[in-house]
T-cell receptor
Framework: SQQGEEDPQALSIQEGENATMNCSYK?????LQWYRQNSGRGLVHLIL?????REKHSGRLRVTLDTSKKSSSLLITASRAADTASYFC????????????FGKGTLLTVNP | GAGVSQSPSNKVTEKGKDVELRCDPI?????LYWYRQRLGQGLEFLIY????????KSGLPSDRFSAERTGESVSTLTIQRTQQEDSAVYLC?????????????FGNGTRLTVT
């Protein structure tokens, strides 16, 4: 399977609920990043977590990293309709100094 | 401030024609990337520029694809003799330093349709 694969592929929740998306990777990384993409737009950087960090917060976002399981999760708390978007994780697979490898993303739909 | 700008936003072309896609990165960003995104898919790395040189062209799918960057600024991605499988959104991104710790700033992409 692909480096930086997210699951689930699609997630539909109600406003106010929490949304959790997961990402797995295969090779060593220096950091892992999460991006958001609204329909028809480019990607927007959300958060970066370094390989020596286990958890990071930014507003309603919480990211965890488990290097022993080669996985990361993105939690969005108290979701809003405006959070509807695709979410991608990206990592520097194989320790690349410059290249980010993106997964296929999770399409999150938050219903009002 | 201005973000990454891509033009055109949409391009429809006939199979066999050449197309040029343009990217204006954020001023001062030394690193520039091109990615391709097929419908419902993730991003496929095409090429990386550091300044005006391209140390990694490994993602270019065939010799019909080429890219250049001038003045450590504007980049153009050229696709010659387009094929239907080239239909996708082409995304450009820039970053301040071009290391994996620098977040990428993306443009809104060029949606290419080859008929």
């Amino acid at each position: 399977s692909q480096q930086g694969e997210e699951d689930p592929q699609a997630l539909s929740i109600q406003e106010g609920e929490n949304a959790t998306m997961n990402c797995s990777y295969k090779t060593s990384i220096n950091n892992l990043q999460w991006y958001r993409q609204n329909s028809g737009r480019g990607l927007v950087h959300l958060i970066l977590i370094r390989s020596n960090e286990r958890e990071k917060h930014s507003g309603r976002l919480r990211v965890t990293l488990d290097t022993s399981k080669k996985s990361s999760s993105l939690l969005i708390t108290a979701s809003r309709a405006a959070d509807t978007a695709s979410y991608f994780c990206a990592d520097n697979s194989g320790g690349s100094n410059y290249k980010l490898t993106f997964g296929k993303g999770t399409l999150l739909t938050v219903n009002p | 401030g201005a973000g990454v700008s891509q033009s055109p936003s949409n391009k429809v072309t006939e199979k066999g024609k050449d197309v040029e896609l343009r990217c204006d990165p954020i001023s001062g960003h030394t690193a520039l990337y091109w990615y391709r995104q097929r419908l419902g898919q993730g991003l496929e790395f095409l090429i990386y520029f550091q300044g005006n040189s391209a140390p990694d062209k490994s993602g270019l799918p065939s010799d019909r694809f080429s890219a250049e960057r001038t003045g450590e600024s504007v980049s153009t991605l050229t696709i010659q003799r387009t094929q239907q499988e080239d239909s996708a959104v082409y995304l450009c991104a820039s970053s301040r330093q071009g290391n994996s710790n620098s977040p990428l700033h993306f443009g809104n992409g060029t949606r290419l349709t080859v008929t």
